[in-house]
């Protein structure tokens, strides 16, 4: 299964069975970069905000919000909300747009993509085996924050995640896997 989560400035790639995003900001609903990787037998999985700036990309849409659990194309899929509490940063991601991270769980593995968030309590309460966690500041928690958040869930690897692009830098990666004792942390290398 081909899955892509809030693509962005990307060069193509194969044609997504599935497509999951977190948030309509234009760096994680991008329908320039969607159209790039849909045809008719995507699915688009998505708060309603972004399936109405998407528009009739892909093949089924599919709206989502926080605490909601679906199937599709036998991948289980769970909106974990994703928000900001940070009193600088409380304006980028209210509680109240329902912007979401995801659990998507395939062949028994589940992977956390948390989103634009910061560290808040329902993370708590996640059973996963990798998280892909931001760590630029700015606009989501910051590299301290997002080790804390890796040291709470406790997931086998943790990858850091939205640096790079609009903020933050490797440094920002580097300097989580530095702080993060609980886990393997693997730095990927963007391919677009």
Do not use: W
């Not at 919000?65 to 289980?76: F, T």
């Not at 589940?110 to 560290?119: E, P």
């Not at 989501?140 to 869930?153: C, F, G, W, Y």
């Amino acid at each position: 299964m081909t899955v892509y989560i809030d693509p962005y400035v990307i060069g193509g790639g194969p044609t997504a069975d599935l497509v999951l995003i977190t948030h309509d900001h234009y760096d994680h609903c991008s329908r320039e970069d969607v159209k790039k990787i849909s045809g008719s037998q995507t699915t688009i999985v998505a708060p309603p905000s972004c399936i109405k700036k998407l528009g009739s990309l892909g093949g089924e849409r599919i709206p989502i919000k926080p605490g909601e659990r679906l199937e599709v194309k036998g991948a289980i899929i769970e909106a974990i909300p994703a928000y900001n509490v940070h009193p600088a940063r409380k304006n980028f991601h209210p509680r109240e747009k329902d912007y979401v991270g995801y659990i998507l769980e395939l062949s028994g593995v589940r992977v956390y993509h948390a989103g634009d968030t910061d560290l808040i309590p329902e993370m708590e309460e996640l059973e996963v085996d990798v998280a892909l966690l931001p760590v630029s500041g700015t606009y989501v928690m910051d590299a301290e924050e997002a080790a804390k958040a890796a040291e709470i869930i406790r997931p086998k690897v943790a990858i850091p995640m939205h640096y790079g692009s609009v903020a933050g830098s490797k440094r920002d990666a580097e300097k989580f896997k530095d702080m993060v004792k609980a886990c393997e942390v693997v730095i990927l290398r963007p391919e677009n």
